[in-house]
């Protein structure tokens, strides 16, 4: 945040300094969608659409829609993976392409419903998406006030995120794609401007930055290991007795992105290897498993055969398979 001493300036000079600095925040709080927003987006893969038309801006999003932006917004912001229970009653028979984004965005901490419930065909709502831009940037808010979004829609205001809308208003408003394109856009400028951490320990001092030091040394892997793909790796890793299991990354693909980066935190299951291949450059052995897409985990026996091929599962799906 930068802080102005306006008293030590001339008037002539203050003048000028207010002007930029009202032009620096209208352009702020008022990004271009199709020239700012949607670029960004298409950009960090949040949308594979690069005019307005195809975006359909205006649309309303439903919260099974909106876990596919939700997901990879999270990975462009690089957000930690902080729950792992994200199973849901209520997605059987739901579109399937949108089900791993669905439990990543969840697993985010960003995109949650009650009572084991997502309810995908519900439409998201403003407050709901305030919510998740907030959590994005700081973490959770208290959610045991009347209404329960009240410390999001507060911290938003006083972001300058939002200005015309009213605390009522954002609860019974559906919130338009082009919207919450825009208050990502606004989410990541701020994160970007301002150094926020979009955790909950954006101010720690330095004894809390050792105690989370500490917390992430106890959370990296111990005897599982992950590493990059080798022919010689896997035979050896088999012989020994190892679990073996291939991952099929790519760099564009924001599930990918996830899962690697909770694979690399995490503790993999003692005595399993799972060994990284580049889905884009290693043809031969993907045709060898007919891997047909990315983020694709393929479970090897001691004969090298797939005993399991699974697309787009969550690390402890991961960490169940080698168990």
Not at 33 to 46: A, E, G, I, K, P
Not at 213 to 219: A, H, I, P, R
């Amino acid at each position: 945040m930068i802080v102005f001493c306006f008293f030590s300036l001339p008037m002539k000079k203050l003048s000028l300094l207010l002007v930029w600095a009202v032009f620096v925040w209208v352009s702020f709080a008022t990004p271009n969608f199709s020239t700012d927003v949607l670029t960004r987006m298409n950009v960090n893969w949040l949308t594979k659409f690069s005019t307005t038309t195809e975006f359909r801006g205006q649309d309303e999003i439903t919260r099974g829609e909106a876990g596919k932006f939700v997901a990879s917004f999270g990975v462009a912001q690089n957000l930690s993976v902080t729950y792992t229970a994200c199973d849901f009653t209520d997605l059987e028979g739901y579109d399937a392409t949108l089900l791993p984004h669905i439990k990543q965005a969840c697993m985010f901490g960003l995109l949650k419903w009650s009572n084991g419930k997502y309810m995908p065909n519900s439409n998201l709502t403003e407050a709901q998406a305030l919510a998740i831009v907030i959590r994005a940037l700081e973490g959770f808010k208290d959610e045991t006030t009347t209404p329960w979004y009240e410390a999001y829609y507060t911290r938003a205001q006083a972001l300058g995120m939002i200005t015309a809308e009213s605390i009522t208003s954002v609860n019974t408003t559906n919130i338009t794609r082009e919207k919450l394109g825009t208050w990502f856009y606004l989410a990541a400028h701020l994160s970007a401007n301002e150094d926020t951490t979009m955790k909950d320990d954006t101010m720690m001092d330095d004894k809390d930055d050792t105690m989370m030091d500490d917390k992430d040394d106890m959370m990296m892997k111990t005897d599982g290991v992950y590493t990059a793909y080798t022919s010689q790796g896997v035979t050896d890793a088999l012989a020994e007795g190892k679990k073996v299991a291939l991952f099929f990354h790519a760099s564009r693909c924001p599930p990918c992105i996830a899962l690697d980066k909770a694979i690399t935190a995490w503790m993999l299951p003692d005595n399993s290897v799972v060994f990284k291949v580049d889905y884009d450059t290693m043809t031969e052995i993907k045709v060898q498993y007919w891997v047909t897409s990315q983020d694709t985990i393929v479970v090897l026996d001691v004969n090298m055969n797939a005993t399991t091929k699974q697309s787009w599962i969550s690390f402890t799906e991961l960490a169940t398979l080698l168990q």
